[in-house]
């Protein structure tokens, strides 16, 4: 997941098909301008514990975030039908770390925050930051 792709999943809350879009209207030009900076500061592509962290926050915030954040989920639990698939096998461990980041996030009774501690960016952390909830 690289950093513009971070950026569309960002961009996508926003859209008004969501009930809470509305938090997301309010923000100011300078607001989102902060949010994308503090993104490419944070959110290192390169690492797979950051994009781990990512797919685990949004599996666990999944009811917390709304409907947003249920339909990236539902998008992503297809992952799984490409392990039938006769895949490389450099894609198949990344599909694998992120199937494992997905469970990881539904299961873990620890925060996506203690389980890839390594990654300083959050996804949670930001949304709380801009959106004054946890609401997406």
């Known amino acids: 997941m690289q950093f513009h792709r971070l950026c569309t999943i960002l961009l996508v809350v926003?859209?008004?098909?969501?009930?809470?879009?509305?938090?997301?209207?309010?923000?100011?030009?300078?607001?989102?301008?902060?949010?994308?900076?503090e993104v490419y500061r944070k959110f290192d592509a390169?690492?797979?514990?950051?994009q781990q962290r990512v797919?685990?926050?949004?599996?666990?915030?999944?009811?917390?975030?709304?409907?947003?954040a249920r339909k990236m989920n539902d998008a992503f639990g297809y992952l799984q039908y490409l392990e039938l698939l006769n895949l490389p096998a450099d894609l198949r461990?990344?599909?694998?770390?992120?199937?494992?980041a997905a469970n990881r996030g539904r299961s873990s009774q620890k925060s996506c925050?203690?389980?890839?501690?390594?990654?300083?960016?959050?996804?949670?952390?930001?949304?709380?930051?801009?959106n004054g909830s946890n609401s997406i």
């Open 46 to 50: 390169n690492k797979m514990e950051c």
């Open 14 to 37: 926003k859209s008004g098909s969501d009930p809470y879009s509305a938090i997301w209207d309010n923000l100011s030009v300078l607001d989102w301008i902060a949010m994308m900076e």
């Open 55 to 68: 797919v685990c926050e949004l599996h666990q915030n999944e009811n917390t975030w709304g409907s947003t």
């Open 93 to 100: 461990v990344v599909l694998d770390q992120y199937l494992e």
């Open 113 to 130: 925050e203690e389980l890839y501690a390594n990654c300083e960016f959050s996804v949670k952390a930001l949304i709380s930051k801009y």
